[in-house]
C-alpha cells in the first residue's frame, strides 16, 4: 500500500506559478509510476502529467503542455508538479497517482493509489 499526501496547493494570480509537492509513504516509491490529475466543480477528474518510475520519461495533457513540468525525487519519496504561466481554467482539486502498471497511463482509473487532493484556485 502506498499513501500520498499532496501539497503546495492554493490561490494565485494568472500568469503565475505554483507548485505541487506529493510525499509518499509506504510501499518503496521507485516501482511507481506517478501521475497528476485535476478536477474542476461539476468536471470529471482529468489527466494533467504522468512521469515514469526512473524519472525518464514524461507525458503532458495538451491543456498544460508548455506550461507545466513533472519532475520526481525518489530518494525524497516525492513527485513535483511546476505550475506556470496560471490560466482560470486551471482551477481544480489536483490529485497526485501512483500506478504500478508497465507503462505510462492517462487514465484515472488505472491508477492504484491517491492522494486526498490540494485545491489550486486562480484568479484573473
Known amino acids: 500500500q502506498v499513501q500520498l499526501v499532496e501539497s503546495g496547493g492554493g490561490l494565485a494570480q494568472a500568469g503565475g506559478s505554483l507548485r505541487l509537492s506529493c510525499a509518499a509513504t509506504?510501499?518503496?516509491?521507485?516501482?511507481?509510476?506517478m501521475g497528476w490529475f485535476r478536477q474542476a466543480p461539476g468536471k470529471g477528474r482529468e489527466f494533467v502529467a504522468a512521469?515514469?518510475?526512473?524519472?525518464?520519461?514524461?507525458f503532458y495533457a495538451d491543456p498544460v503542455k508548455g506550461r507545466f513540468n513533472i519532475s520526481r525525487d525518489n530518494a525524497k519519496n516525492t513527485v513535483y508538479l511546476q505550475m506556470s504561466r496560471l490560466k482560470p481554467e486551471d482551477t481544480a482539486v489536483y490529485y497526485c497517482?501512483?500506478?504500478?502498471?508497465?507503462?505510462?497511463?492517462?487514465?484515472?482509473?488505472?491508477?492504484?493509489?491517491w492522494g486526498q487532493g490540494t485545491q489550486v484556485t486562480v484568479s484573473s
Open positions: 509506504g510501499r518503496t516509491f521507485s516501482v511507481h509510476h
Open positions: 512521469i515514469s518510475r526512473s524519472g525518464g520519461s514524461t
Open positions: 497517482a501512483a500506478d504500478e502498471g508497465v507503462v505510462l497511463r492517462t487514465t484515472a482509473g488505472m491508477y492504484d493509489h
